[in-house]
């Protein structure tokens, strides 16, 4: 049962201090009475009314005091904080975590650290650029073009991590080139360590996710300072701008597909717009990368 000081009841109280924080009286239509506010965004007595709870229920809730919390009383603070897709799903694993072991439910299964032959063929048979990776941004595998299109990755970690898969979330906050090669730095880094708190929420006894974070932490005052802004997101599709160091800028568009018969591995996909310079790019990259054919066995 967690105890008093349990990271997860921690991480249920600051994510939802700061969520309400990040919603104002205006934004829900509550009348606003003064103007000496002394808190940023709503009050506790707010947030109660708004979902429908009492104040005395809610404080209990904010310091982790969770017990078996209704889908009713759930869904009225999604409503109260106005949460989206991703903050809701969070929400809803920090309080089973945090919860009674009976309302816990199963804990997750273990990610596979090794990639099937079968997948591997699939990313060397696509004609763009793809890597698989786990929730802890470890780059497991990829293909020829893939490997050549994030190249600083896999430089970074045979200099710093010999022996251990090239990590996105280190070569973001570690790597002083990171901000050159990610045009679009900010939202690359808000997007990671986003990514990297809902993996957390899925499950707060992640030894090596535990690990990875305490890496970041220690080595990078940037990723502590957005890692305690406790914000959650999705990484599913949307649109990257590099700049490599052989072929220059590139703005391509990513898919995330999940693989659900290898939970926690997905495969991300990259494309460029067609008759755009980032195709021109892709195909001067591509042509660069392409393997010779071995010689036969019975050739002279």
Known sequence: MPTRNDPTRNDLKEFLTTRRA?????????????????????????????????VEYYTRLERGSVGNVSEGVLDGLVHALQLDEAERDHLYRLVRSAGTPASRGPRRVAVRGQVRPALQRVLDQMPMPAYLRNGRFDVLAANDLGRALYSPLYEQAAAHTPGQPPNSARFVFLDPGAPEFFLDYDKVADDCVAFLRAEAGRDPYDKA???LVGELSTRSEDFRRRWAAHDVRYHRTGRKRLHHP????????????ELPGDPGQRVNVYTAPPDSSAEAALNLLASWTVRQPSPSAGAP
């Open 209 to 211: 996710l535990s690990d």
């Open 246 to 257: 052989l072929v220059g800028d590139l703005e391509l568009d990513y898919e995330a597909f």
């Open 22 to 54: 990040k919603v104002s009286p205006e934004q829900s239509g509550l009348p606003v009475y003064g103007g000496n506010r002394r808190v940023a965004g709503l009050r506790r007595e707010e947030v109660a009314l708004l979902a429908g709870i009492s």
